[in-house]
């Protein structure tokens, strides 16, 4: 039922605030079902038909089912999201006083968010924190569950251009209040006991903020979804449930969610890095497959780049293309872009769309306007490091990059459905 997968992925996204929690929640479903954690930095013992994932950096994750012996060179399929969303970082000493009344906080943009939903909503701070014990570092996520911080807007009669366009300083405009006076030299008091640790153990951290306001299914016939992260979690939920409905048996399935994608990958954990590359080649090193075998695989894989994609918008019908014009509820969007920065073409195109048929789903397709020139993803980025035949798809939604973006309540299902079908 498809307000069931609303439902469930509005829980995934409030379980996740930032790439780090994603990941958590992730690892806690993977092994749930029976998947099995490895290392990068230990000798991996794999076998046929067993289920397992590894996480780079806590931000990144790729989970994957080997098949039976028989079927040891049928290729990969591959389904890549990413667990990172626009926000904004802590900086480092991050408390600024104001006139000895206000304590307010340093931060500095992630992402191409759009600025102005920021203002006047209560945000929260969650992400992780390193300690040292017993000689080790050791990542602690930490997340302070309450209303804790406000970018309060200047007030019209102060700022008379506020609703002609105005563009915001990012050191000057967008720093959120924490507290009075009193609040001074506590905020990483706050964080360390939201971790459970002591404030002195605190050795680095890599926190953001996040929208309190939590998911939400509404309009006339409750055919709307909202909450902060659809882009990309959405993609991320549905990716992850279609893979686990798949038996998988026949060729090797993989679950990839990258971070840094809406800071252009190219991070050790992101699709530009040679994670993907990394556990590819150890897999078929594990199962004594040999580099021939390798390319052979790569030769018959075929890889979904899942990763949201614009409706068209009620306000702004002319921003769409003519012709190729996704709505919400209406299905899957496949991208394309002539300069390749999808990796849609017409095989993978013909490819996704049998999948569809096969899942008994809606698709549409998506051009940016030709005189304009859109966003990119992370399919041909991953592709420089592992290439193989990629469709690039995603689901619609309007406002993306808010920290509150909108989507359709049966576009979720559709992508579970696909993906199972994919992984069937
Ligand atoms: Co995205």
Not at 63 to 82: C, Q, T, Y
Not at 309 to 327: G, I, L, S
Request: glycine share 6%; charged share 20%.
């Amino acid at each position: 039922m498809y307000l069931d997968a609303a439902k469930e992925l509005l829980e995934f996204i409030e379980k996740s605030p930032t790439c780090f929690h994603a990941v958590e929640t992730m690892r806690n479903i993977l092994i749930k079902n029976g998947f099995i954690e490895l290392y990068e930095n230990e000798k991996w013992q794999i076998i046929c038909g067993g289920n397992y994932f590894v996480c780079r950096n806590d931000s990144s994750l790729i989970a994957f089912s080997v098949p039976d012996s028989k079927h040891l060179l049928n290729g990969f399929r591959i389904i890549a999201s990413h667990s990172d969303s626009p926000s904004f970082k802590i900086k480092e000493n991050p408390e600024i006083i104001v006139e000895n009344k206000y304590t307010k906080l340093n931060v500095e943009r992630y992402g191409g968010m759009l600025c102005a939903p920021w203002f006047d909503r209560p945000l929260s701070v969650a992400g992780r924190i390193i300690i040292k014990k017993n000689g080790n570092f050791q990542s602690k996520l930490v997340n302070i569950d309450r209303d804790l911080l406000m970018i309060p807007n200047l007030a019209i009669h102060m700022n008379r251009d506020a609703n002609s366009g105005y563009s915001y300083n990012a050191q000057k405009d967008l720093l959120p209040l924490y507290g009075d006076i009193s609040a001074k030299d506590t905020f990483f008091h706050q964080v360390a006991k939201a971790a459970c640790v002591e404030e002195t153990e605190i050795l680095g951290h890599d926190l953001f903020l996040y929208n309190r306001q939590k998911g939400s299914v509404w309009g006339a016939s409750n055919e709307f979804i909202s909450s902060g992260r659809l882009d990309d979690l959405q993609c991320a939920y549905a990716s992850l449930r279609g893979f686990l409905n798949g038996n998988k048996t026949d060729y090797f399935a993989l679950h990839c969610v990258f971070d840094n994608e809406e800071v252009g990958s190219q991070t050790k954990q992101g699709a530009a890095s040679t994670f993907l590359y990394d556990i590819l080649t150890r897999i078929c090193s594990a199962l004594e497959m040999t580099s021939e075998d390798y390319l052979i695989s790569l030769a018959k894989s075929f890889m979904i780049s899942a990763d949201n994609a614009h409706a068209v918008h009620p306000n702004y019908a002319e921003k769409t293309d003519p012709v190729n014009r996704p709505y919400l509820n209406e299905g899957i969007v496949i991208k394309y872009n002539a300069n390749q920065k999808y990796c849609t073409d017409g095989i993978s195109a013909a490819m996704f769309k049998d999948i569809c048929h096969a899942a008994d789903v809606p698709y549409q397709t998506f051009t940016n306007r030709s005189d304009m020139p859109g966003g990119s993803t992370l399919g041909n980025i991953s592709n420089t490091q592992v290439a193989l035949n990629t469709v690039d798809i995603g689901l619609p939604q309007l406002a993306m990059h808010s920290p509150y973006e909108t989507a359709g309540v049966k576009d979720t299902e559709y992508l579970v459905k696909a993906a199972t079908e994919f992984f069937r």
